[in-house]
């Protein structure tokens, strides 16, 4: 029997075979603990997600789920159904070590910009969520999604990766309330509490981030995770002797999730949540024009959101080649497509790769083993919400300031004598974290490089499908003005 032969036989060796865990230099010990240093990046969505589309009612004044009044537990539960049936498809299918959950600020827009329009109901929003990801997913299957990304110059996908880094490095300092609005307003951010590390859920975010540097510098297997256990350990034991509460409103509260043992450690899901989907409900409730162009809104920032995150976590694990993409980029944009579909059909919002993957990749994953272990995790955090919720955000946001360190760094690779290569890698990268959206930087990038290619002469030389998604990201700044204009 061969080397070869051997190697693919037992499960472990096919499991190693068919995510190349050796070929990548990476060991099934080193995916799982990726995996799972993901999850606990990631599973705040399964609580923020319903504070975020649970509690906001509709046109006809119903909440998601059909009643009266908020169900949380009934959105969370669909939350992380979705995100763990996503995650291990992309890990199976793609093979890439990304996780997927319901995309922030998209779900914000669903709610406030879509559901809660005069006489829409849940049930035609997430219509209209289900529709946008269809039309990707054609988009995708046409090649249409990928020889755009391809188009894209190589330094505006380097700039893309430094501002996600940037992006990552600035929720974590804000979700912790390491960087917060200040009471006073006298500047639009400030560092703790009035200049002062203040507060007992501050010094836990201090812990973790020492915890997590000290031991990535003495190259210690499992790093990141560690770090969040050590911080939630010290959580947990700072919350039993002052007994905080949690409300981001509050300076000194912990951010969302009181570290605390739960009662119990399991609940029974309550999933019938799935399917509440009009799929063209909302083409009668609001003029067709104006149901089209909610539709592109999402579209656009599904589309390019994920192209930058891939390309981000492809750069920081190695899997990029020299043109910046990543392997298998064609079933890595087919698996995120779906996603925006189901989740629409699951009434979460669309689901869309999460850049906190970086944060596993960070940990030493490199295959889709990891996002199989992530997507695992959501299905278990179903029954398990008491368990895992008491992670607060402070013991895990210092893990996405290392990894956006990681990634700033390929701001080396950028030539900052060309000015136009410099300026648009700038906008790119500057305008994440300022405007808290990926989408925005990429269209800052895009348009400003078409614009200075024009304006020195060097027109010839921008690809046309640059052209395309150029002038399609200034309708999309575009789009309040225009909505506003359509009533």
């Not at 793609?94 to 559901?115: C, E, K, Q, W």
């Amino acid at each position: 029997m061969s080397a070869t032969t051997q190697e693919r036989t037992g499960p472990v060796g096919r499991i190693d075979f068919y995510f190349e865990i050796t070929k990548r230099g990476s060991t099934i010990g080193q995916e799982i603990r990726g995996g799972l240093t993901t999850f606990f990046t990631m599973a705040y969505i399964v609580v923020l997600n319903p504070i975020i589309i649970g509690t906001v009612a509709d046109g006809t004044g119903t909440y998601l789920g059909g009643g009266s009044e908020p169900n949380l537990a009934l959105v969370a539960a669909a939350t992380a159904l979705v995100a763990g049936l996503l995650s291990i498809a992309m890990g199976v299918w793609a093979r890439f070590p990304l996780a997927l959950a319901a995309g922030l600020g998209l779900n914000a827009f669903v709610a406030y910009g879509i559901a809660a329009r005069e006489g829409m109901s849940w049930p035609e929003a997430m219509g209209f969520v289900v529709i946008e990801g269809l039309v990707i997913t054609l988009l995708v299957l046409s090649g249409f999604r990928k020889a755009v990304f391809a188009a894209v110059p190589a330094f505006l996908k380097q700039a893309i990766a430094v501002g996600i880094g940037l992006f990552l490095a600035f929720i974590g300092l804000f979700d912790a309330g390491m960087v917060r609005i200040p009471a006073s307003g006298a500047t639009p951010t400030e560092f703790g509490i009035g200049g002062y590390i203040a507060s007992w859920p501050m010094l836990v975010f201090v812990v973790g981030l020492l915890t997590a540097v000290i031991l990535m510098v003495r190259k210690v297997r499992g790093a990141l995770l560690i770090s969040i256990a050590v911080a939630t350990a010290l959580a947990m034991l700072i919350q039993g002797v002052v007994k905080l509460g949690a409300d981001p409103a509050v300076a000194n509260d912990w951010a969302l999730v009181v570290p605390e043992i739960p009662a119990s450690i399991a609940s029974v899901p309550d999933f019938s949540l799935v399917g509440q989907v009009d799929l063209f409900g909302g083409f009668t409730t609001l003029p067709v024009l104006t149901a089209l162009l909610l539709v592109f809104s999402l579209l656009m920032a599904d589309f390019f959101d994920t192209m930058g995150t891939m390309t981000a976590v492809g750069a920081e694990a190695g899997l990029n080649d020299e043109e910046g993409n990543p392997e298998r980029s064609q079933q890595i944009l087919l698996v995120d497509s779906i996603g925006a579909a189901a989740g629409g059909f699951g009434s979460v919002s669309s689901n869309t790769s999460y850049i906190e993957s970086a944060s596993g990749v960070g940990d030493g994953a490199r295959t889709g083993l990891a996002s199989v272990v992530t997507g695992i995790a959501f299905l278990l955090s179903t029954f398990l919400t008491p368990l895992y919720a008491m992670v607060p955000f402070e013991a895990a946001t210092p893990v996405l300031v290392v990894v956006g360190f990681l990634m700033v760094s390929q701001v080396a690779g950028i030539d900052w004598k060309d000015y136009r290569i410099a300026i648009p890698a700038f906008l790119t990268f500057i305008l994440m974290p300022f405007g808290y959206s990926i989408s925005v930087g990429i269209g800052a990038g895009f348009i400003s490089f078409v614009v200075l290619q024009v304006a020195t002469g060097a027109a010839r030389k921008v690809h046309p499908l640059m052209w395309g998604t150029a002038a399609a990201f200034a309708i999309y700044f575009a789009m309040g003005p225009i909505l506003n204009l359509l009533g």
